[in-house]
């Protein structure tokens, strides 16, 4: 948890940034159980299903490649492809982390 978040909004230019303690963070993992309870019981898709969650992957995936070839790119991009990958060697750093 960062304590914070940024966002922009179309009432005040530029980032705002907002504090956030762990109440904050309580209370969103609370709405995130009520909402997957009410799912289902009552049936409709919840905000973070998989393939909801996949298309944005799908999408970042395909920013990355973009940049890396400096051309648009639609997604999803083909079985095997690596963007981040490719894009972190492009830049030289190392994706091992520990």
Same mark, same amino acid.
């Given at each position: 948890? $960062? $304590?914070?978040? %940024?966002?922009?909004?179309?009432? /005040?230019? &530029?980032?705002?940034?907002?504090?956030? !303690? %762990?109440? @904050?963070?309580?209370? +969103?993992? !609370?709405?995130? =159980?009520?909402?997957?309870? /009410?799912?289902?019981?009552? &049936? !409709?898709?919840? /905000?973070?299903?998989? +393939? %909801? @969650?996949? #298309? !944005?992957?799908?999408? =970042? #995936?395909? =920013?990355?490649? @973009?940049?890396?070839? %400096?051309? @648009?790119?639609? *997604? *999803?991009? *083909?079985? &095997? +492809?690596? *963007?981040?990958?490719?894009?972190? +060697?492009?830049? &030289?750093?190392?994706?091992?982390?520990?």
């Amino acid at each position: 948890m $960062g $304590g914070f978040f %940024r966002k922009m909004t179309a009432e /005040r230019p &530029g980032w705002v940034t907002v504090e956030t !303690g %762990r109440e @904050s963070w309580n209370a +969103a993992t !609370g709405r995130f =159980i009520e909402e997957l309870v /009410r799912v289902l019981v009552d &049936g !409709g898709t919840h /905000r973070n299903a998989a +393939a %909801r @969650s996949l #298309q !944005g992957f799908e999408v =970042i #995936q395909a =920013i990355f490649k @973009s940049v890396l070839d %400096r051309d @648009s790119v639609e *997604p *999803p991009l *083909p079985a &095997g +492809a690596t *963007p981040l990958e490719d894009l972190l +060697a492009e830049f &030289g750093v190392d994706p091992e982390v520990g």
